[in-house]
């Protein structure tokens, strides 16, 4: 696969005109790798493998276009071992073994191999387990590559047998040394304007080699210079980097949440509509938001679930896009509305004693007796019924006898629920007060 490289001291003769030009910049030594000087650099986790004249095996981990390839490849070249490829999507286990036997007898000649197994978190478990005995015993130095997080699709054994190294997304100054090294090897500058130049690094989305592809569609023209309008026209936009079912789908969804908890509703906003450019089902957002309701406005503000599930149904009926418009105000009123995690917080915590404490029968005041043989074993004796209390509120024990009372809910000094707080005050003290009331004296 096509990866980051560096162009020859001259422009490539018209031989290499049909090749990409991504495969005419390939780079020939580590240090010519774009955008990637903390990780390759003298103090990053393969600079000082390097320098240390050792390679162990790594799992290189970075969203496409990065150079995982390429450092893969090179890291083979530096490093004196033959390089192999494979890609998880094409690689069944025959052809897995034909490769380790292969390694096993490089490795009497004395020669190691690099084994790079592209997209690995491709290989399902039993795959991923036949590279360990491999790997233990000095035949293949396995580079693996993926998009993925590792800690969610790579197993224990072999993530404990292997460095994860994430690699950085190319930010605009990398993204512009490749232009200028694209523009020397095509022997002539770019033919856009300085606005549209800035429109072509901000279409490659961090991606190197889909920058290059870019370029070399653009490569060609000779009228006068594009206007970004003019780029726009003439190039396929690429689509956002975002895959529904995989990390980025957890990364943005994250971000959408926390900038929601956070209060930031630009920020809220700008995630938003991040997921709904990628392609993610509006439906899904919907769900998202009121769970982020529930979770962490709760009865700070009780109306939060509303709105969400008004916008839910509105986007239900209306469709997109101008359903979307209500989810988007359902995002602004969730980021600007009070927070608490209150009620979540007393639900985790009452969930966790129901599970220490399940055996326990509730008090038998609280009971009802419908025959005899119950009223007879005290189910019901003694009960107060709360409205002919004053203030409607009788004070008793409705847990377990033994049971000592926990206090599952605090509700914070935010929104609505200070009123919450108020009343809970209220029957707090109450409760202190007619203690008396509470259990009821079996005999």
């Not at 033919?191 to 549209?196: G, L, N, R």
């Not at 919907?286 to 969400?308: K, N, Y």
Request: proline content about 7%; hydrophobic content about 45%.
């Amino acid at each position: 696969m096509p990866d980051l490289f560096d162009p020859p001291a001259a422009p490539p003769p018209p031989a290499d005109a049909a090749r990409p030009l991504a495969d005419r910049l390939r780079p020939a030594r580590l240090a010519d790798v774009v955008g990637q000087d903390r990780v390759l650099g003298p103090g990053g986790p393969i600079g000082s493998m390097l320098a240390a004249g050792r390679l162990s095996s790594v799992v290189l981990w970075g969203p496409p276009g990065v150079g995982k390839t390429t450092i893969a490849r090179l890291l083979a070249a530096e490093t004196d071992r033959a390089f192999v490829a494979l890609s998880a999507i094409f690689t069944g286990v025959p052809e897995l073994r034909r490769e380790f036997e292969a390694a096993r007898l490089r490795r009497r000649q004395g020669r190691g191999t690099v084994l790079f197994v592209d997209e690995i978190h491709r290989f399902n478990k039993a795959q991923q387990d036949g590279f360990l005995p491999h790997m233990e015993d000095g035949t293949i130095t396995l580079i693996g590559a993926t998009t993925e997080n590792p800690s969610f699709e790579l197993n224990a054994a072999l993530l404990s047998r292997a460095q994860v190294v994430v690699l950085d997304r190319l930010d605009e100054v990398s993204l512009e040394r490749l232009a200028a090294r694209a523009e020397a090897a095509l022997g002539r500058a770019l033919p856009v304007t300085e606005a549209a130049r800035a429109a072509l690094l901000a279409m490659a989305d961090g991606d190197g080699r889909a920058l290059l592809n870019l370029i070399e569609e653009i490569a060609a023209w000779d009228g006068p210079p594009l206007d970004p309008a003019a780029l726009a026209a003439r190039l396929n936009r690429r689509a956002a980097v975002y895959d529904k079912t995989g990390d980025a789908h957890y990364n943005l969804i994250s971000a959408l949440h926390k900038s929601v908890r956070g209060s930031d509703p630009d920020a809220a906003l700008y995630w938003f509509a991040r997921m709904l450019a990628g392609g993610e089902d509006p439906r899904f957002l919907a769900r998202r938001l009121t769970r982020m309701a529930v979770e962490d406005i709760g009865l700070a503000d009780p109306q939060a679930q509303a709105v969400c599930l008004h916008a839910w149904e509105t986007y239900e009926r209306l469709g997109s896009p101008e359903g979307e418009l209500a989810l988007a105000q359902a995002v602004i009123y969730l980021a600007l509305a009070p927070k608490s995690n209150a009620a979540y917080a007393a639900w985790k915590a009452a969930a966790a004693e129901a599970a220490r404490t399940g055996s326990l029968m509730p008090p038998k005041h609280i009971l009802n007796a419908p025959t005899r043989l119950m009223k007879d074993q005290g189910y019901g004796a003694g009960y107060a019924y709360d409205h002919d209390a004053p203030d409607a509120f009788s004070g008793q024990d409705y847990f377990p006898e033994g049971m000592p009372r926990p206090a599952f809910y605090a509700p914070a000094d935010r929104g609505f629920e200070r009123e919450m707080k108020k009343r809970l005050d209220w029957f707090t003290r109450l409760r202190a007060e007619r203690g008396a009331m509470g259990r009821v004296d079996k005999a």
